[in-house]
């Protein structure tokens, strides 16, 4: 998948989740945190190849009051659940903070998927890819 594919794919999630939670996408106002950040994928031995792979993190904030965030969380975490994916962490505890979050998995994609409470009027959502090839690339081997 090219860089460009993955930040729209990511891009579609993140969209996703804050329609699920009833929330509104943050526009980008901190030139420091870019929503799309990519890095060079690491092998199990440290190992980095020159090929263009890479992984993505995708993170935006999304504006959602306080009292709404419990809902809010517990409905992404059902539709990735619906969405087969798998729940990796779940808290909804005033308490604790985050006092509300859920990080999924999915276990063919193996995509990494992330909310939680941020401050009293803003969550965080998250996407993690794998490591991903872009189209053009020839594979490196180890």
């Known amino acids: 998948m090219s860089k460009k594919k993955a930040e729209e794919w990511a891009k579609h999630w993140t969209e996703s ?5 009833k929330a509104e996408i943050e526009p980008e106002t ?3 945190l870019p929503a799309a950040k990519f890095t060079n994928c690491i092998g199990q031995n440290g ?3 020159d090929d263009g792979r890479f992984t ?8 959602l009051p306080k009292e709404q965030h419990s ?18 962490g779940y808290r909804s505890n005033p308490s604790k903070d985050p006092a509300n979050l859920v990080d999924a ?4 994609d193996q995509q990494s998927i992330s909310a939680e409470d941020l401050n009293e009027e803003l969550i965080v959502l998250i996407v993690s890819t794998p490591c991903l090839l872009p189209p053009d690339a020839e594979q490196k081997q180890f």
């Open 105 to 108: 998995r999915h276990p063919k």
């Open 17 to 21: 989740m804050a329609r699920t939670a």
């Open 47 to 49: 190992e980095s190849a």
């Open 71 to 88: 809902e809010a969380i517990r409905a992404i975490r059902d539709t990735l659940k619906q969405k087969g994916f798998e729940i990796q």
């Open 56 to 63: 993505l993190r995708y993170s935006v904030r999304a504006k």
């Open 30 to 32: 901190d030139p420091e």
